[in-house]
């Protein structure tokens, strides 16, 4: 298993995290359209890590086996926290005077997502996977 990390701190990280994720992804041979909700995934979670905690990071975890291409991603932060998760999964619940679409929208492209939070750690993990032909 390999891992890469990415610092997330300004847009410019959010702009590499989306390419890296890409490029991981293609090198891996996951289809054009796998490639492409992972990109979006990663930047919903690293543009959510800036606006809402100022800084965090991204991890890529190539976690593929013999028969099946798989990434897991963790998106961590040590902001304020998401105070109702629930709430923040529903289309349109936005504090920030945005879509409320990225955390719906994320759970919608990925194949589990999971979010964990409290006051000074929020976790997003996902997988995304494809059989090997
Ligand atoms: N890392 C985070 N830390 C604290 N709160 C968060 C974090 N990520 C999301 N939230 C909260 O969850 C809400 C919903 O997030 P979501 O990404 O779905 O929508 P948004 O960021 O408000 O709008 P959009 O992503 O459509 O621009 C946010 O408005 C914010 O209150
Ligand atoms: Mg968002």
Known sequence: MT????NIKNEKDVVLARSEVRAMARDLGFGVAN???LATAISE???????YAG??????????????????VVV?????????????????????????????GTNRLVD?????????LTKVEFTMSQAKV
């Open 3 to 6: 891992t890469q990390r990415f």
């Open 35 to 37: 490639q492409t909700r």
């Open 45 to 51: 979670l690293t543009r959510n890590v800036l606006n």
């Open 55 to 72: 800084s965090g990071h991204c991890d890529l975890n190539d976690e593929s086996t013999a028969d099946l291409l798989s990434i897991r």
């Open 76 to 104: 961590e932060d040590n902001g304020p926290g998401i105070d109702n998760i629930d709430q923040a999964m529903q289309d349109g619940f936005t504090t920030g005077g945005s879509l409320g679409a990225g955390l719906p």
């Open 112 to 120: 589990e997502m999971k979010i964990e939070s409290r006051p000074g």
